[in-house]
T-cell receptor, first 112, second 112 residues
Framework: SAVISQKPSRDICQRGTSLTIQCQVDSQVTMMFWYRQQPGQSLTLIATANQGSEATYESGFVIDKFPISRPNLTFSTLTVSNMSPEDSSIYLC?????????FGPGTRLTVL | AQRVTQPEKLLSVFKGAPVELKCNYSYSGSPELFWYVQYSRQRLQLLLRHISRESIKGFTADLNKGETSFHLKKPFAQEEDSAMYYCALSGPRGSTLGRLYFGRGTQLTVWP
C-alpha cells in the first residue's frame, strides 16, 4: 500500500489569497489525483497529475484557479488561487497502486 | 455520462440487524465498482471491490448489471461499522484504474 501525507492538514484563509497544498507519497507513483469534497457533497476530481506532463483538468476546473505541480514521482502540489468562500472544502490527494486508489488524510480549507 | 447514486444520505440500524447500503450507477460500458469507507477521524480507504468477489469485515456486494446496482450488505451490523460509505466506479481496467467517480456517500450509524 501507499502512505500519503498532506500539508497543511487544515487552514483558514482570507478571500483573495492563495494556498498551496502539498502531497507526499512514500513510493514512486505514475498517476496522482486531486479531489475536492465540498460540505455535504461527494468527492469530485479536480485533475490528474502525471510526472513530466501537464496536469489534466476535469470540466469545471481550470489551471489558473488550481495550478498543479508534479516535480517528481513522489510529490505534488495543488494551489487554490484567489480564494473565495466557495472554495471552502476538503482537498484530497490520491494515488493508484495495487489495484486500488489510496487517499491522503485531506486538507480542510476554510475561506473567510 | 457516468454517475453513481447513493439514495440514502443517512442510515441507522440497531446492532445485530441486517444492513444494506444502496448504490446504483450509470456507465456506458463495463465499469469496475468499489466501496470505500471513512471511519471517524480516519482517511478514506477501500472496503471492497466487485472484481474480487470478497467479503471484508462481513460486508459483501454483488454487481447486478441488469439493475446497474452494487448494493453493500451485512447480515449483522456492529457498532464499529458506523462510518461514511462511498460507492465508486472506474472505467474498465486497463493498465491503470484511472479516475474514480463517487456517490455522495451514506452515513451509517449502528446503535447499541
Amino acid at each position: 500500500s501507499a502512505v500519503i501525507s498532506q500539508k497543511p492538514s487544515r487552514d483558514i484563509c482570507q478571500r483573495g489569497t492563495s494556498l498551496t497544498i502539498q502531497c507526499q507519497v512514500d513510493s514512486q507513483v505514475t498517476m496522482m489525483f486531486w479531489y475536492r469534497q465540498q460540505p455535504g457533497q461527494s468527492l469530485t476530481l479536480i485533475a490528474t497529475a502525471n510526472q513530466g506532463s501537464e496536469a489534466t483538468y476535469e470540466s469545471g476546473f481550470v489551471i489558473d484557479k488550481f495550478p498543479i505541480s508534479r516535480p517528481n514521482l513522489t510529490f505534488s502540489t495543488l494551489t487554490v488561487s484567489n480564494m473565495s468562500p466557495e472554495d471552502s472544502s476538503i482537498y484530497l490527494c490520491s494515488v493508484e497502486g495495487m489495484n486500488e486508489q489510496f487517499f491522503g488524510p485531506g486538507t480542510r480549507l476554510t475561506v473567510l | 455520462a457516468q454517475r453513481v447514486t447513493q439514495p440514502e444520505k443517512l442510515l441507522s440500524v440497531f446492532k445485530g440487524a441486517p444492513v444494506e447500503l444502496k448504490c446504483n450507477y450509470s456507465y456506458s460500458g463495463s465499469p469496475e465498482l468499489f466501496w470505500y469507507v471513512q471511519y471517524s477521524r480516519q482517511r478514506l480507504q477501500l472496503l471492497l471491490r466487485h472484481i474480487s468477489r470478497e467479503s471484508i469485515k462481513g460486508f459483501t456486494a454483488d454487481l447486478n448489471k441488469g439493475e446497474t446496482s452494487f448494493h453493500l450488505k451485512k447480515p449483522f451490523a456492529q457498532e464499529e461499522d458506523s462510518a461514511m460509505y462511498y460507492c465508486a466506479l472506474s472505467g474498465p481496467r486497463g493498465s491503470t484504474l484511472g479516475r474514480l467517480y463517487f456517490g455522495r456517500g451514506t452515513q451509517l450509524t449502528v446503535w447499541p
